[in-house]
């Protein structure tokens, strides 16, 4: 699928919202896909990208940032304390605050650097045993605990179960969010991102739909 028809069905599920059109950021997951791949979605006029690892990230986007303005990188995977700083220096967006420690490192480092990138609290809606994420029943103090340090948090992540119904899920999200006086919304994938639309979703990321199928590392 290329990516103007997924940006076509972006647009679409906007409107069958009743949405404003344009209000739904496309993140164009570039984990594991081949730097041509990536290039060739540059060259389209795309600069919105998520990667999963840090050291993925510093590989593969400084030397894409040389070549092409105004790339907007976004961390969605899980990140290791220890790899805080670098994430802070490469990536504009964090999808992925899990956990306290992690919540206490990013104050130290912004009162550091002066900066902190925009930041998601990852919910574990699914309670999933292997799955990061904060709890939902610990959700409210979480996110109470992270705002009175002051770090920008703009809203939650999800990443559903895989085998149960998404919008279950996006629903939960939406409520906590919308409770917290969140307004961002990162939720949706390839195959449910119409359905994360029309529950609230400000930030969906798309990957094989729009690279197709990954590649091993």
């Known amino acids: 699928m290329s990516l103007d028809e997924i940006k076509s069905r972006i647009t679409a599920a906007e409107q069958a919202a009743g949405r404003v059109v344009g209000s739904v950021r496309l993140i164009a997951v570039s984990k594991v896909q081949p730097d041509e791949r990536v290039e060739a979605v540059l060259k389209q006029g795309h600069r919105c990208f998520g990667e999963n690892r840090v050291?993925?990230?510093?590989?593969?986007?400084?030397?894409?940032?040389e070549r092409f303005d105004g790339i907007d990188l976004h961390l969605i995977g899980p990140l290791q304390t220890n790899k805080a700083r670098q994430a802070m220096d490469l990536c504009n967006v964090i999808h992925s605050l899990d956990r306290p420690k992690l919540a206490n490192t990013f104050a130290r480092l912004a009162q550091e650097r002066g900066a902190c990138p925009d930041l998601f609290i990852q919910v574990?809606?699914?309670?999933?045993?292997?799955?990061?994420?904060?709890?939902?029943a610990g959700a409210d103090r979480f996110i109470a605990n992270c705002l009175d340090m002051d770090l920008p948090v703009q809203g939650l992540m999800c990443i559903p179960p895989a085998n149960e119904e998404p919008s279950l899920h996006f629903a939960l999200l939406a409520k906590i969010a919308?409770?917290?006086?969140?307004?961002?919304?990162?939720?949706?994938?390839s195959a449910?991102?119409?359905?994360?639309?029309?529950?609230?979703?400000?930030?969906?990321?798309?990957?094989?739909?729009i690279f197709g199928a990954r590649v091993a590392p």
């Open 55 to 65: 050291q993925e990230a510093a590989g593969k986007w400084p030397a894409f940032r």
């Open 178 to 189: 919308t409770r917290n006086g969140l307004t961002g919304l990162s939720m949706g994938m």
């Open 192 to 209: 449910d991102f119409e359905s994360a639309i029309a529950l609230g979703a400000t930030h969906i990321r798309v990957g094989s739909a």
């Open 124 to 136: 574990n809606t699914g309670e999933e045993p292997q799955k990061a994420g904060i709890l939902p």
